[in-house]
């Protein structure tokens, strides 16, 4: 297992190069000039004024030279200046990041866990009608958009009822822990929906196939509980595909929610690449998503890892 996850790892590293390289090309050949951004138009430059600042931020060197220079300083760590607050890229990306891996973390927990609880439920009971209800709600919230199911939930919840606070962030500490939840119920949940709406869908399927297989009927026979058909001979041998998508879910710790992290006023990474795409803050883009492609790289070397514990008959070498 070991020599293959460093084998996928090595292979992973001319991925990430180019995908640097079209994520560095796209950025950068994009119209409009950052160099009106990073400057204060107020003072109306001239157009030596813009020249000069575009020579400060290298922006008169050819592509190729620039990408050189851009992956030689981030090999060490270093994505440049934001040209939006002049301030290291990487200082900006570690001040939000916590606060998406937070609610990532959080949400992809409580998502998976009513998930598979829901899946099972509604293999259980198949075509009864409780597996008709997960079912209608499961491909209606699939379908609705993230960014209306969160201004509906504010409606809802935090205008009509006011039972919860419309938008921000409480940290533990300096908030009592029951403000803190307030502030999360709803992003959580409404990060979580789309996760156990489709997730539910995954677990019923595989599950119902699972429990046709013969050594399931004789467990059965042997007069084994369901509840100990269910968990441990059924359940474990139908989660290879919802293996499979958590992997895929861990870009999510990186780049947060965008729609979610902007309706509801969060100060993540979803709502700084929003504030970056505006803002034609070109290092900030290029990074973020480098970043997203390494947990990308990263989630489908773990689901593979995972392959051998939930399936032992999956052997690498």
């Known amino acids: 297992m070991g ?57 008169d060197k050819p592509l190729p030279v620039r990408y050189v220079e851009w992956v030689g300083r981030a090999m060490v760590g270093d994505f440049g200046t934001s040209f939006k607050d002049k301030r290291p890229v990487i200082d900006r990306i570690s001040e939000t990041l916590p606060y998406s891996i937070k609610l990532s973390v959080i949400s992809i927990l409580f998502g998976y866990v009513t998930a598979i609880l829901l899946g099972i439920l509604a293999a259980v009971k198949a075509n009864s009608w409780i597996d008709y209800i997960i079912s209608f709600f499961s491909a209606l919230f699939v379908s609705a958009p993230v960014f209306w199911v969160a201004l509906m939930a504010i409606l809802v919840f935090s205008v009509k009822l006011d039972l919860l606070p419309t938008s921000g962030w409480s940290d533990y500490g300096n908030e009592s822990i029951w403000n803190v939840a307030r502030h999360l119920i709803l992003p959580v949940t409404i990060l979580a929906l789309r996760d156990i709406a489709g997730m539910s869908r995954y677990v019923r399927s595989g599950l119902l196939e699972v429990l046709r297989q013969d050594y399931v009927r004789t467990a059965r026979s042997k007069g084994l509980q369901e509840r100990v058909v269910i968990f441990k001979h059924a359940l474990r041998n139908s989660l290879i595909p919802v293996v499979t998508v958590m992997g895929l879910s861990l870009p999510a710790l990186v780049g947060g929610a965008v729609l979610t992290e902007t309706v509801f006023g969060l100060p993540g990474m979803g709502r700084l690449a929003v504030g970056s795409i505006a803002n034609r803050d070109y290092p900030m883009l290029i990074a973020i998503n480098l970043l997203s492609a390494v947990m990308v790289v990263l989630g489908n070397i773990l689901a593979d890892a995972a392959y051998g514990w939930v399936d032992p008959r999956i052997r690498y070498n």
């Open 3 to 59: 020599r293959y996850i460093l084998r996928r790892i090595l292979q992973s590293i001319p991925v990430l190069f180019g995908i640097s390289l079209i994520t560095f090309l796209i950025v950068n050949t994009a119209p409009g000039d950052p160099a009106l951004l990073y400057m204060d138009r107020s003072s109306n430059p001239t157009p030596e004024d813009i020249q000069e600042v575009r020579r400060e931020l290298g922006l």
